[in-house]
């Protein structure tokens, strides 16, 4: 009897030590994968391109060698082992070791890491929240467009999403009347809550189904529409910036309208032309009008639109690039392409901080 009492309290302690245990966890972000899991224990994880490591990354922008992770107590260290294109912590390239903090963001290349540590239970929301975010992320990119390759107004873009999955989204569809509507939106804060608002914004863009007393007919009154429809209050806080134009191509005019969002820009005759209204972010206060302009579009124009994550960059000593950074990629007329170039090698070679969208319209 003795004995039998030994076991019985003995394997509720066991279970409750088990419960407590803190875990050491990487999250391997690949587009498409749901987050693939690499535990941490007592051994160095040692992370490079070929076979010999821990972790492999077959990429040619990861070094053979190119970072360790060991697990020292509580937490986990991170070095880089003299890698060519440099170990990035929340966006800082490491130039010493390092200790991580729990939802550290780890840039390699192209790849992104998310560092956890916590109990079994925690560690296993932490996953699911992760995988939220994948499939959140899936769900704007297929709402996207396609390209457009004929026709009076030819596009094309390119977006990369952050690991931490900013509110990026745009598109361009055309009405019944003929004309053509563009758009570009920016929710702030990252995570699925800011994507899913995205979501509903583009929605809403797409069916026409602004609430009463909004109108299509301007671009102003679109903005008006989205404004009353998605107030800062009911989204959990959240509101954001907005590029919206409406194009004719009988009339060639462009009618547009930004609330707290940088310009688009046309390059027309090798002149580069800032388009924007001066109105709030959207959700920010109910009730307010929204003031639009116009622009006659000459054939062969090019039109740029593009998020803050394209130029809102660190640099190394820790200033942060700005809008005057990009501009020089739009004085050469660049394509979509290009200017995604341009971007990455103002943020080096780790990931973005934010979700990067660039949109690029061509008028015959």
């Not at 950074?325 to 070679?349: H, S, W």
């Amino acid at each position: 009897m003795a004995d039998d009492d030994a076991t019985m309290v003995a394997r509720p302690a066991a279970a409750e030590a088990a419960a407590t245990t803190v875990e050491h966890l990487l999250l391997l972000h690949e587009p498409g994968q749901p987050p693939r899991q690499v535990k941490l224990g007592a051994a160095p994880l040692r992370i490079g391109r070929t076979a010999g490591n821990e972790l492999v990354l077959p990429l040619p922008d990861i070094s053979r060698q190119h970072c360790v992770l060991q697990v020292q107590g509580s937490r986990a260290v991170l070095t880089d082992l003299g890698s060519t294109n440099g170990t990035y912590v929340e966006g800082r390239r490491l130039s010493a070791p390092v200790a991580l903090s729990d939802g550290a963001h780890v840039g390699l290349g192209g790849f992104t890491l998310v560092y956890r540590s916590g109990t079994p239970a925690l560690l296993a929301r932490a996953v699911a929240l992760e995988e939220e975010l994948r499939r959140a992320c899936d769900y704007v990119q297929a709402l996207l467009p396609p390209p457009l390759r004929q026709g009076p107004v030819r596009a094309d873009w390119r977006f990369v999403p952050s690991a931490s999955l900013g509110g990026d989204a745009f598109g361009y569809h055309r009405l019944p009347d003929g004309r053509l509507a563009i758009y570009l939106l920016d929710v702030t804060g990252h995570g699925a809550g800011s994507a899913l608002l995205a979501v509903s914004v583009l929605n809403v863009l797409r069916q026409a189904a602004l609430p009463g007393g909004a109108t299509w007919e301007d671009a102003g009154g679109v903005l008006a529409g989205l404004n009353a429809m998605f107030p800062m209050e009911q989204q959990g806080g959240l509101c954001f910036s907005m590029w919206y134009g409406l194009y004719d191509p009988a009339t060639r005019r462009l009618d547009y309208a930004s609330g707290g969002h940088h310009p688009a820009y046309l390059r027309a005759d090798a002149e580069l032309l800032p388009l924007a209204t001066r109105n709030l972010m959207l959700g920010a206060m109910e009730g307010l009008p929204f003031v639009a302009a116009h622009i006659i579009v000459p054939p062969g124009a090019r039109l740029f639109l593009f998020s803050d994550g394209a130029f809102e960059i660190a640099r190394p000593d820790g200033t942060q690039r700005m809008l005057a950074d990009f501009l020089p990629a739009l004085q050469t007329g660049a394509d979509a392409e290009v200017l995604l170039a341009a971007a990455r090698a103002m943020n080096g070679p780790g990931p973005f901080e934010d979700d990067v969208s660039i949109l690029v319209l061509d008028f015959t």
